[in-house]
């Protein structure tokens, strides 16, 4: 009777011993969880911060143009059209390994894209469109 006792015994503390085991398992699979959320959510706020950092660069320096009139309508489209074709062209030219010059382009000479006779003044769109153009040249240029 002792041995089956002291077996019963054996066999009780090992099926203690292993559900301790299992324990801190289930607590680390649950920590790896938690980390792959945190890992998510910083690369998401990477994400984010990269985004915001397009937009500003996209409109910097494009608050200031009090004097030179026209409607928001005809300012965004034609600054978007030229930012557009502007680093378009630039990350070309980086490319090609041509100089840094958007003046030579003929978008920019030209500076009509996306003009709508709807918006305006043709040649306040050009204006817009060209300072629009020479902001994403240059950060085409500049690889982004």
Same mark, same amino acid.
């Given at each position: 009777?002792?041995?089956?006792?002291?077996?019963?015994?054996?066999?009780?503390?090992?099926?203690?011993?292993?559900?301790?085991?299992?324990?801190?398992?289930?607590?680390?699979?649950?920590?790896?969880?938690?980390?792959?959320?945190?890992?998510?959510?910083?690369?998401?706020?990477?994400?984010?911060?990269?985004?915001?950092?397009?937009?500003?660069?996209?409109?910097?320096?494009?608050? /200031? &143009?009090?004097?030179?009139? *026209?409607?928001?309508? $005809?300012? +965004?489209?034609?600054?978007?059209? =030229?930012?557009? @074709? %502007?680093?378009?062209?630039?990350?070309?030219?980086?490319?090609?390994?041509?100089?840094?010059?958007?003046?030579?382009?003929?978008?920019?000479?030209?500076?009509?894209? /996306? &003009?709508?006779?709807?918006? *305006?003044?043709?040649? $306040?769109? +050009?204006?817009?469109?060209?300072? =629009?153009?020479? @902001? %994403?040249?240059?950060?085409?240029?500049?690889?982004?």
């Amino acid at each position: 009777m002792k041995s089956t006792c002291k077996g019963l015994a054996k066999g009780a503390s090992m099926l203690a011993l292993g559900l301790l085991m299992l324990v801190p398992v289930a607590g680390v699979s649950a920590q790896t969880g938690h980390d792959d959320h945190r890992r998510d959510r910083r690369q998401e706020r990477r994400e984010e911060r990269r985004e915001e950092r397009r937009e500003e660069r996209r409109g910097r320096d494009w608050g /200031d &143009y009090n004097g030179w009139g *026209g409607s928001q309508q $005809l300012r +965004q489209t034609a600054l978007n059209a =030229g930012y557009n @074709n %502007g680093i378009k062209e630039g990350r070309r030219d980086r490319q090609h390994n041509d100089r840094f010059d958007y003046t030579d382009e003929s978008a920019y000479r030209k500076a009509t894209a /996306d &003009y709508s006779s709807r918006l *305006g003044d043709k040649s $306040l769109y +050009q204006r817009f469109f060209r300072q =629009g153009f020479e @902001n %994403g040249y240059r950060d085409g240029w500049n690889g982004y």
